[in-house]
């Protein structure tokens, strides 16, 4: 996975927001989060990317966060262009 921000519609690179939550998450775990991607991280974190302007998906993804019982770490907001840290 690259830290490089998905194109928005008129190819701009698009802020989003990442969701860490502890442990490496399964692939069955990962499925509950559509529209996400991932990427299991050295300091035991899984690290969930969502298109910034999609507040619905942001909302449902801390809603499945809860749901499943995983302990959330963090939530940020990038803006476009900016990279995230490992």
Known sequence: ???TPHPSA???PEARYEIRVE???GDSLLAAFAGATSECRADGT???RL?????AALHAALRTVRDLG???RCVARYPPGRPTTP
């Open 1 to 3: 996975m690259t830290d």
């Open 23 to 25: 442990g490496h998450l």
């Open 51 to 55: 298109p910034a302007g999609d507040q």
């Open 46 to 48: 899984t690290a969930l």
């Open 10 to 12: 008129d190819g701009a």
């Open 70 to 72: 995983l302990t959330l």
